[in-house]
């Protein structure tokens, strides 16, 4: 196996890792910290407005991102640790997935399923529960890729290809998460293992489609710009620096 054949593998296989603990730690964490000051967050609301429309949208948006927060920045800083070793200045990628998770958290959470309701008037789409699952994910994809393309722009060409990728991503995300939720809700505690346990097995799927993308674009770059050197060139000209 190739030196880059490696670099792929421990990247992707990296990419994986931080998808599953960032989306499961994450999720965890924001959930911990979204029940401690929901109550505090309720009765901010109701002192502001007094119609329940309102507040059930004010506090499902400031629920979403708080979670959506917890999620970007520690996902973010797992990719950051891989992203680290072969892109330049990447430590605004941790930001920018946070402000890109808690934003789109909080739109898939509230508007997510009133586009779905939207589209089914106009294009009879989507019908089935599973494609408005998908449809909220790819809300909060589209966010969270518009987030952390700057990052990513003027450094891999053709970057704008990680939207798509984070929008499929975040489909896919959305999808198992939800299968598998359903699954182990079932037995076990639905407050807050089975979510768990699911949106860390949807990260690490999401993590193994995006790992890829991520991959293939830096490394086209990088073969590009003449930073990755064959084996074969290198074992031709062994004493190359020689005189």
């Given at each position: 196996?190739?030196?880059?054949?490696?670099?792929?593998?421990?990247?992707?296989?990296?990419?994986?890792?931080?998808?599953?603990?960032?989306?499961?730690?994450?999720?965890?964490?924001?959930?911990?910290?979204d029940?401690?000051?929901?109550?505090?967050?309720?009765?901010?609301?109701?002192?502001?407005?007094?119609?329940?429309?309102?507040?059930h949208?004010?506090?499902?948006?400031?629920?979403?991102?708080?979670?959506?927060?917890?999620?970007?920045?520690?996902?973010?800083?797992?990719?950051?640790?891989?992203?680290?070793?072969?892109?330049?200045?990447?430590?605004?990628?941790?930001?920018?997935?946070?402000?890109?998770?808690?934003?789109?958290?909080?739109?898939?959470?509230?508007?997510?399923?009133?586009i779905?309701?939207?589209?089914?008037?106009?294009?009879?789409?989507?019908?089935?529960?599973?494609?408005?699952?998908?449809?909220?994910?790819?809300?909060?994809?589209?966010?969270?890729?518009?987030?952390?393309?700057p990052?990513?722009?003027?450094?891999?060409?053709?970057?704008?290809?990680?939207?798509?990728?984070?929008?499929?991503?975040?489909?896919?995300?959305?999808?198992?998460?939800?299968?598998?939720?359903?699954?182990?809700?079932?037995?076990?505690?639905?407050?807050?293992?089975?979510?768990?346990?699911?949106?860390?097995?949807?990260?690490?799927?999401?993590?193994?489609?995006?790992g890829?993308?991520?991959?293939?674009?830096?490394?086209?770059?990088?073969?590009?710009?003449?930073?990755?050197?064959?084996?074969?060139e290198?074992?031709?000209?062994?004493?190359?620096?020689?005189?």
């Open positions: 196996m190739t030196s880059r054949r490696i670099q792929a593998w421990v990247f992707w296989c990296g990419w994986v890792l931080a998808g599953a603990l960032g989306m499961g730690i994450g999720w965890t964490t924001g959930w911990l910290i029940t401690a000051v929901a109550e505090t967050i309720a009765d901010g609301v109701a002192a502001v407005t007094s119609s329940f429309a309102i507040q949208i004010v506090q499902r948006t400031l629920n979403g991102a708080v979670i959506g927060a917890a999620i970007g920045l520690i996902l973010g800083a797992g990719q950051w640790l891989v992203l680290r070793c072969c892109l330049r200045n990447a430590g605004w990628w941790v930001v920018a997935s946070a402000v890109g998770w808690a934003a789109g958290w909080a739109l898939a959470q509230t508007t997510g399923r009133t779905a309701g939207s589209l089914q008037q106009i294009i009879d789409w989507p019908r089935s529960s599973s494609e408005i699952t998908a449809l909220v994910g790819m809300v909060a994809g589209t966010i969270i890729g518009s987030a952390q393309w990052i990513l722009r003027g450094k891999v060409r053709t970057s704008g290809w990680w939207i798509v990728a984070s929008i499929i991503g975040a489909a896919l995300l959305w999808l198992v998460a939800s299968s598998i939720s359903g699954r182990l809700n079932r037995t076990d505690d639905p407050d807050l293992l089975g979510p768990a346990v699911s949106w860390a097995i949807g990260g690490a799927a999401a993590g193994a489609l995006t890829a993308v991520a991959w293939q674009l830096i490394s086209s770059t990088a073969r590009g710009a003449g930073q990755f050197a064959s084996s074969q290198q074992e031709s000209s062994p004493h190359s620096s020689s005189v």
